[in-house]
């Protein structure tokens, strides 16, 4: 099975879009797998807006383990099934904790080993260089890194805040050659071209 | 880069564990990743290059004859490899100059030579496309002032990053100093100068003459510094040769065609025109008029079989009288 990975530091909004995404692909009960950096697994079952009330969070580093969830798109004729994974948030420095630090490794091991990167910019935080979820160093090596794949895509997240206009700018200026999809993970925007490029690059 | 910061990136664990207990910054780790990533495709890439190189010396080994020119290849893949080592160390360096003169008669393997040479020299990066660009005097020589200059350049842009290889090079000069192949010349020996990294020059033609013609044209000797002589093939070799051709079109002789092809060959070889027209050129348009006149003797019989299709016969094998 495929792996597409769900990347971006912390607060961007990974794992609002992989629960709404994963609704938006039809799923309507959630059998999440979290897999933690020690080795340990737990599954999970839960609607999704369960799911989203018990993992979206305003506080830095919610996420500090990778969970994923089987989802199905249509293929031709046909359906396939991919592993969507949501990822413990990039920093740009050394994190203090050693959970948030083994969080991060755990993501970057797996960036390697997936067909499919979809990488989250917080458009809306693109002036606010203060806040962890503003693109920075972290954002653009990994752009660089993912480049030599094929399936790598830039969300542009969060455009339905009115600062999001200057910070999608920004983003296609900055990080130009790739490709750019503008979304909101809350109000499921652009989730259609996103389902596109996941369905062509399979 | 030294031993040690190399070792230091080398393999994924490293990077993770420098991560985890806070060593090194998530970009920093990303960063290395991206250099072992590209390790790994240069080994994979090097890989490539060397079984290519390996493949195009064992295309040169499966010539027939020609030992004196293979040997020299050799030597020349040997050289040119190790000045690049040493360049890659930082040592001091010959100059390259890799233009060539080929002399010998028509069918000798000179053109062979020059497209494995063209591969060799791309494996080996000296050149970029490798290809091989064959132009006579006719291409490069034009009708009027500035027309010559202008066919030559043509000529020396399709050629750019590969070889051009001039047949029967000392026409150029064969009209004397108003004759435009003089042009033809001195807009060469100007590309030579500013593809000098992209771009070798093959002059060939009768041995004879490619000497009167470097005599008459002094300057060109030190441009040209690797000579090969491509001797005639003995009545063996060009047996041999003629065995490969046909079968390489999967036809067979038969015994007694066999016979009669050498006998051809030899009454060729001490007639007046050898140098002109003898050779494995000489062969390939016997074989090519054999593989004629036995579909002309095959095609009113009423009764074909496999073996018919294959053999060439004695009857089937004459002498071609025209190039
Ligand atoms: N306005 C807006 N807020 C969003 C959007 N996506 C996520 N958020 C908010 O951003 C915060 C972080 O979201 P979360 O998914 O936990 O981010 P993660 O750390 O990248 O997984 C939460 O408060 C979300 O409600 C969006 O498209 N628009
Ligand atoms: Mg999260």
């Known amino acids: ?202 | 880069m030294n031993e040690n910061s190399n070792n230091y990136v080398n393999n994924d664990d490293n990077v993770i564990e420098l991560l985890i207990n806070g060593k090194i910054t998530p970009v920093e780790a990303i960063i290395f990743f991206r250099e072992i990533e590209r390790h790994k495709n240069s080994v994979v890439k090097k890989a490539n290059d060397e079984e290519q190189l390996e493949d195009i010396m064992m295309e040169l080994d499966e010539l027939i004859g020609l030992d004196k020119v293979k040997q020299l290849v050799k030597e020349l893949q040997a050289f040119v490899s190790i000045q690049k080592k040493r360049q890659e160390e930082n040592l001091l360096t010959e100059p390259q100059v890799l233009h060539m003169i080929f002399k010998g008669n028509p069918g000798t393997g000179k053109t062979t030579v020059a497209r494995i040479l063209g591969k060799m020299f791309k494996a080996m990066k000296i050149l970029q496309k490798g290809h091989t660009v064959e132009v006579e005097r006719a291409d490069l020589v034009g009708e009027y002032i500035g027309h010559t200059a202008q066919k030559t350049r043509e000529q020396i842009k399709r050629a750019i990053g590969g070889i051009l290889f001039i047949d029967e090079a000392y026409s150029l000069a064969r009209g004397g100093e108003k004759d435009f192949g003089k042009e033809a010349i001195d807009t060469l020996v100007k590309a030579m100068e500013d593809y000098k990294e992209n771009l070798v020059v093959i002059l060939a033609g009768y041995k004879d003459e490619m000497e009167w013609f470097l005599q008459a044209n002094p300057g060109l000797r030190s441009r040209f510094p690797i000579r090969m002589e491509f001797n005639d093939y003995t009545i063996e070799e060009l047996m041999q040769i003629a065995k490969k051709m046909v079968e390489k079109r999967q036809y067979q002789f038969s015994l007694d065609a066999i016979l009669k092809f050498e006998k051809l060959l030899i009454n060729n070889k001490n007639g007046p025109h050898y140098d002109k027209m003898g050779n494995a050129r000489m062969v390939r348009n016997m074989i090519e008029k054999a593989i004629r006149r036995q579909a002309v003797r095959l095609v009113n019989q009423k009764k074909i079989t496999r073996d018919d299709l294959l053999y060439i016969k004695s009857e089937d094998i004459a002498e071609v009288d025209e190039i």
């Open chain 1, 1 to 202: 099975m495929k792996k597409c990975i769900i990347i971006g530091k912390t607060n961007v909004g990974k794992t609002a879009f992989f629960i709404n995404f994963a609704e938006y692909l039809g799923i309507k009960t959630f059998e999440l797998e979290k897999k933690f950096p020690d080795g340990i697994e737990e599954y999970a079952k839960l609607s999704s807006r369960a799911a989203f009330a018990a993992l979206v969070d305003e506080k830095y580093h919610k996420t500090k383990n990778i969970q994923s969830i089987v989802v199905t798109v249509p293929i031709g004729k046909g359906k396939k099934k991919i592993q969507l994974i949501d990822t413990a948030g990039l920093t740009d420095d050394i994190h203090p904790e050693i959970d948030v630090r083994k969080a991060i490794s755990q993501t970057l091991s797996i960036i390697r080993e997936s067909e499919l990167i979809l990488h989250i910019l917080d458009a809306s935080a693109a002036e606010k260089k203060e806040l962890p979820s503003a693109f920075g160093m972290v954002d653009y090596q990994v752009a660089q890194f993912a480049q030599l794949k094929r399936g790598y895509v830039i969300l542009a997240n969060k455009i339905d805040l009115p600062d999001s206009s200057y910070g999608l700018k920004k983003i296609k200026q900055e990080f130009s050659g790739n490709l750019i999809i503008p979304i909101s993970a809350l109000n499921k925007t652009g989730f259609k071209e996103v389902k596109t490029f996941v369905i062509h690059n399979l």
